[in-house]
Structure formats: C-alpha cells, structure tokens
C-alpha cells in the first residue's frame, strides 16, 4: 500500500481557481479473471490529480493509493498474463478499505467543493 495525503501542498491553492484548475482521478482494478460476475478484486488503485482546464495536461498529484487483496481463490492464469499480479504477491494481504474509502472521498468532495 502506498499513499500520501497532499502530495504538493501548493496544488491546494491551484485548485480554488476552478476556472483554471480542474481535479480529475484514475481508477484501476485488477481481478482473479476476466469473468465481472464470478472473479474477485487483487489489487486496486486510485490516483487523484490536478489538471489544467485549458490543455488537460495533468500539473501534479493530490493523493494516491495502490492496495493489494488476497482473494479466496486462485489468480487465474490468462489474468496474471494481463496484470502480472501472482498469488504469491497477494498472499496474506488485504487493502485497507479505509484508505481507499478516504482517497475516494478526497476526490469527491474536491469535485463538490
């Protein structure tokens, strides 16, 4: 897991000129397979982000967070050729829900506010 709260404190002051500055997030999951119905979540990743309304070029970055999962079964073997991600990473590990919750939530409410 990694992650840091206000990554660059001055991009803070950015953001409260909306008309300029926008605030975007990437998401990735990675699962046990390709199935959405059947497969469980091994990693998950967010990343929150300022970007110029003008360009759309990305300026710096507000929060992150990487977690990975142990599922209850087995990485399926066409997944691990798509994300790289064995069992033996994810053994014993699980994301701290919390901080994923409160970088999700970092980013919604800078798009509110």
Do not use: W
């Amino acid at each position: 897991m990694s992650g840091d709260r206000d990554m660059d404190p001055q991009l803070n002051e950015l953001i409260k000129d909306k008309s300029a500055y926008g605030v975007g997030g990437f998401f990735d999951v990675e699962t046990t397979g390709l199935s959405s119905n059947t497969e469980e979540i091994v990693e998950l990743s967010l990343i929150l982000f300022v970007f110029e309304q003008e360009s759309g070029k990305i300026i710096g970055l507000l929060d992150n967070y990487t977690g990975y999962n142990e599922p209850s079964k087995k990485i399926g073997k066409s997944a691990q050729k798509v994300h790289g991600i064995t069992d033996k990473m994810v053994k014993a590990v699980s994301y701290t829900h919390l901080r994923a919750h409160e970088t999700l939530m970092n980013l919604v409410c800078r798009l509110l506010l």
